[in-house]
């Protein structure tokens, strides 16, 4: 069972459990897709049951079913459903596999027809005949296209629904839509939307960092902030997968989701969580073509090109690296800009935000360095505030420097949980404070829903984005569309996390 926590440093009303589910529970993990080398549903969510199994966390009695198009018989979905489990050499976690495998079974059936889902049905009820109680609650999590999203919802409630003395919720994963109308189809009841990013350490750290430091919250706004970067970097391109992205572009993929969600817990009020995420999205206007960049990496160094991948359409203009420029108009943020940046085949990989703050007062110091705090949240995780600080010696010279929290070097024994864990935990204790609401969905779109039509070509001829070498930065327009922002890179002289003294 889970360890007792210390209530000091909690936060009360997400502590709170709302209809948690405890016993006699169903996980029904559907996907459009299985490959050998794929898991049921996306591929960390049959890990992240496992670790919630592993340190008691899923309700007694959970049992675990696979639901897709493709055959397979039990002995191959086990295999699959536990091969991406990090550490199975290990005899505790060889044991405790064999354990969670008990807990597993599987079906197959289609997505459009009643008759799979009365076959899905009867499994279920075979599963619920041997529990002691009358209690049967389901999750149905559908890592599925949008374009069954709506079918499948259909069937599940007419279908696969507990009538009496339970719970049923349905899990569903972005894209939430292409656009505006779109996603207003698939506004459902009883739906946790996920997106992982609300469920990443760092991400949920921000909440702590702003409320729960006094220090933070004091320069915490446009008196104080110069600009805002939210990046996001992959260093891989489509490789072979370019027929879905073509369709859906790095805006949907990456901006629109998952940075905007960044955006919205790094700049809300003081938490009801989501209701202060939806009035930071009612002050957002669409993004102008005039804040916006884009790109497309070609060729390089060995690696090829977006139109080198034989599943993207030939001439594609797809874009697959954009900065976007937010503007918040609230007493807080007006003036201050919020750049989004998003791109794959790049130099690294990385996610992080960087808070760069206004120059000090001039009349002291020379051509000093802005202060800047950087959340990294993926990889590594780690707090640094980039700050200036005396030379060591006889000369009064400042240089910049940092206050470092590394997660890794810090918190030596802590385990970070990955972001499905989290969430779906929060579904079984049916917390929505980390899922997307049906109005933020509704506002997020509004916001960039008339530049994808722009990027499109709805409404004219489609955009040609500047194309970038594989492994590069991106685009070669980008430090100057970041600098008409207000943002200045700091000089050659400063190296992190270590400063040569030698090397001034």
């Known amino acids: 069972m889970p360890r007792e926590r210390s209530m000091s440093g909690t936060i009360p009303s997400m502590e709170t459990t709302h209809d948690e589910l405890k016993d006699n529970t169903i996980i029904i993990a559907s996907s459009h897709v299985v490959r050998a080398r794929c898991l049921i549903a996306h591929p960390q969510t049959l890990p992240a049951l496992f670790g919630l199994f592993r340190q008691g ?18 002995a191959e979905f086990e295999k699959r459903a536990t091969s991406n ?23 197959s059936g289609g997505y459009e027809d009643g008759e799979s889902f009365d076959k899905l049905n009867t499994h279920l009820q075979e599963i619920e005949s041997h529990y002691q109680s009358k209690e049967c609650n389901r999750i149905f999590y559908l890592a599925l ?15 696969c629904y507990v009538s009496k003395g339970g719970v049923n919720r349905i899990i569903i994963e972005k894209p939430f839509g292409k656009d505006l109308e779109s996603a207003r189809h698939l506004l459902l009841d009883e739906t946790f939307r996920i997106d992982h990013y609300l469920g990443k350490e760092m ?15 004091a320069c915490w706004d446009k008196n104080y902030i110069s600009n805002v970067q939210i990046t996001f970097k992959e260093p891989f391109g489509t490789e072979g997968r370019g027929g879905y992205f073509d369709e859906f572009g790095i805006i949907r993929d990456v901006i629109q989701n998952h940075l905007l969600q960044v955006l919205t817990i790094l ?8 209701d202060e995420k939806v009035k930071v999205l009612r002050s957002i206007p669409p993004v102008e073509k ?20 034989h599943t993207v359409p030939p001439n594609s203009v797809c874009p697959t690296y954009a900065a976007t420029t937010l503007w918040i108009h609230n007493p807080r943020w007006e003036g201050v800009p919020f750049i989004l940046k998003a791109g794959k085949a790049l130099n690294e990989a990385k996610v992080e935000v960087r808070i760069q703050f206004k120059d000090v007062t001039q009349g002291i110091f020379k051509d000093i360095a802005r202060n800047e705090l950087v959340i990294r949240i993926q990889p590594s995780e780690a707090v640094y505030l980039k700050m200036n600080a005396k030379t060591p010696g006889l000369y009064t010279r400042a240089i910049p420097t940092e206050m470092d929290l590394t997660y890794k070097r810090r918190f030596t024994e802590a385990k970070i949980p990955e972001a499905y864990e989290s969430l779906i935990l929060d579904t079984l204790r049916g917390d929505h404070s980390n899922f997307v609401r049906h109005d933020e969905l509704d ?14 070509g709805k409404n004219g001829q489609r955009p040609k984005p500047s194309p970038y070498p594989y492994g590069s930065r991106g685009p070669k327009e980008l430090d100057g569309f970041i600098k008409k922002y207000g943002y200045k890179r700091a000089d050659d002289a400063y190296f992190w996390p270590v400063t040569n003294m030698a090397s001034l």
Request: charged residues 25%.
């Open 145 to 159: 296209p949008p374009t069954v999203f709506i079918p499948v919802s259909q069937h599940i409630k007419e279908h």
């Open 290 to 309: 005039e804040d916006t960049l884009l790109g497309q990496y070609v060729s390089a160094n060995g690696k090829p090109g977006y139109l080198d991948d």
């Open 443 to 456: 506002y997020a779109w509004k916001i960039f829903t008339p530049i994808l039509h722009w990027i499109d």
């Open 267 to 274: 700049t809300m009020e003081r938490p009801d969580i989501r």
């Open 57 to 74: 966390f899923l309700p007694r009695d959970t049992h675990i079913v696979g639901y897709a198009r493709t055959k397979m018989d039990q």
């Open 203 to 217: 991400v949920k750290n921000l909440l702590v960092l702003r409320f729960a430091n006094v220090a933070m919250g």
């Open 85 to 107: 489990i990090k550490g199975a050499d290990d005899p505790e976690t060889a044991n405790q596999i064999e354990a969670f495998k008990q807990r597993l079974s599987y079906v």
